[in-house]
DNA sequence: CTGTTAGCGCCTTCAA
DNA sequence: TTGAAGGCGCTAACAG
């Protein structure tokens, strides 16, 4: 166990007092040179490392952010993630992390760890049953960005365009002759979810048309509920000629579904990922997706909380970013050939 | 901005000092019931919530585990601190994360970061020319977990089988009649590239063969790499009849450059994926593969550290504890059955 | 059992 | 420009 040097060791050894010391190594106030090298050699010397602890119970910041995703390993965050902290470390913070499990106490108990370490901001991914008030009401302590929920326009927050996203996807699907297009998505009660299936529809409407509700699955993110599920639509009657699908983990009980059901994409089945992963990308088909950048979003989610700090959290207008998506055209999609069958 | 109310506070509203209010709310030493009663009350009351950062000052623990990995998005990363950080948080720790990048001067910056903060334990994935000294005098300080590196025995770590592992996987191919195998995996100067490399020597040796050297290639872990050398190692005269790949990148790139060269798995080209991902399960013809459980490497690393922690960082043995692979058969490997060649 | 006191290491006034 | 002193909020040691 070796004994931490403070800066008062390095302050004695510099000929120097305590305050002399913290301002020459801050650079801080007025300092002579010769204190600044005498310090800066001593404080080499001696190894000395500050204490970012009693730092932060003085000045009330610990240089930490929080982040609060349900699932640190869904490959989505897990970019979001990456990026996220990337920038910090640049900007001199570190990242704290935590799990939700999209348990809505369990948020409320890991927020308040997150306030008690005295973290400078948080970042928040969805929950379930999301509470713009609970996002509004922190925002007033700490510096908010919340990604992908629903926060009235008093914070910040940062929004894929998962409406129009998914839009674009059905009707691209409906310019191809499908009607009876399958969306399984999950979190109906969270933004993405909600905004997916409101698109879904908007892109029916907008021809007319009335998708078939018993087609639009809300299951948990899950391959095996994804699997059964898709299973039994198969292999129902006037089953889907087009499957929609949120995500690594559907998208693939989706696709096992099919197989097993010895139906052929995109012959049988055409199919769209809503989000692109490695999957999506290098599955033979290639599967058409859509994408957006989830590098951008960690980025611009930790330039927004670093723009809040900066800006002493002061009365700045909350902004809300928006996140375009792009539908990303591979071989999973063909027109619909099923001969002899009535067009819904 | 909300003002925290201090322990002091509630001390004043329960009527009782500042020592008893602050022995009630921790349950330590005797205090009466009544003093606990008073105390939490008033506690709920005026909404109070200790601050971690003056506890963490005065009693040297900050209640904060860092963890350091060459890239926080890598799918198997994600699994490991998904597991862990569940595990600190029912053990009322948080979790720090930072990205390496593969850099050694950004991960001693990093430690030093660690450090700086107080964390109460690290642990730390492989790095480029990782070095045992690192560890080990990190190890004297504070509580260390080293994941799949080599430290000495005087640290403690984790370890994947990555020889038997590799070992098994080449065994197999051997036994379906493939010589010319090809070997493609990141970080050879990593304890698990140097790990798998011989493994694979070894099952050759086993059987008194040599595996062609120029059919291992240690590219960097990235798509576009693997893709071209997979493409040049096909193309060429005597290519490989089986590739054995490392994670999800290398796989995508070698799954690609088959495609796009026409052959097929497994009837041209078997392949193994050296980690068990999405992308292996889902791929049609599924990816025989060789996997390990990384929830259990995650939580076990936690728990190592928390050992080390409630016994107070004594000089309890250093544990080393080792992860068993399994091969797990799926589609994507045959016999070898191009006609008129020679073996070898 | 409880109150008082002394710092943890640092930054930041306040005088000099 | 510098030194001295105060205190951030909390826990732990010591008297009562």
Redesign the interface.
């Known amino acids: 166990?070796?004994v931490r040097v403070t800066i008062r060791e390095v302050a004695k050894e510099a000929g120097v007092s305590l305050g002399t010391a913290s301002r020459a190594l801050n650079r801080t106030g007025r300092v002579s040179d010769k204190a600044i090298a005498a310090v800066t050699k001593a404080a080499r010397q001696l190894g000395y490392?500050?204490?970012?602890?009693?730092r932060?119970?003085r000045t009330r910041s610990?240089?930490?952010i929080g982040l609060l995703v349900s699932?640190?390993?869904?490959?989505l965050y897990?970019?979001i993630?990456?990026a996220a902290?990337?920038t910090f470390?640049e900007a001199g913070y570190?990242?704290?992390?935590?799990?939700t499990h999209n348990e809505r106490t369990r948020e409320k108990v890991?927020i308040?760890?997150?306030?008690?370490?005295?973290v400078d901001g948080i970042i928040m991914g969805p929950c379930e049953t999301e509470s713009p008030e609970l996002v509004q009401r922190l925002a007033?302590?700490l510096p908010v960005v919340a990604l992908d929920r629903d926060v009235g326009p008093g914070s910040t927050g940062i929004q894929v365009d998962h409406y129009g996203g998914a839009k674009q996807a059905t009707e691209y699907l409906l310019n191809l002759g499908h009607r009876r297009i399958a969306m399984l998505t999950p979190g109906l009660d969270l933004r993405p979810g909600r905004d997916r299936i409101a698109g879904f529809e908007a892109a029916f409407q907008g021809r007319g048309l009335e998708p078939l509700s018993k087609l639009i699955r809300a299951e948990k993110s899950s391959m095996e509920f994804a699997f059964s599920d898709a299973l039994s639509l198969i292999s129902s009657e006037d089953g889907p000629t087009a499957f929609i699908c949120l995500g690594?983990?559907i998208l693939?009980g989706v696709?096992?579904a099919i197989?097993h059901s010895g139906r052929s994409v995109p012959d049988d089945i055409s199919v769209i990922s809503i989000g692109d992963?490695?999957?999506s990308?290098?599955?033979?088909p290639a599967i058409t997706a859509l994408r957006w950048d989830l590098s951008v979003v960690g980025e611009v989610a930790a330039q927004l909380i670093l723009k809040q700090i900066d800006r002493q959290?002061n009365v700045e207008p909350p902004e809300h970013v928006r996140i375009a998506t792009q539908l990303v055209f591979r071989q999973s999609c063909g027109p619909v050939t099923l001969p002899a069958m009535s067009q819904q």
């Open positions: 166990m070796k490392e500050p204490d970012a602890v009693a932060s119970m610990s240089g930490v699932d640190l390993a869904n490959p897990a970019t993630i990456t902290e990337t470390q570190a990242l704290l992390v935590a799990s890991l308040d760890a997150f306030r008690g370490r005295r007033k302590d690594t983990r693939a696709l096992q197989r992963t490695d999957l990308q290098l599955f033979s959290h």
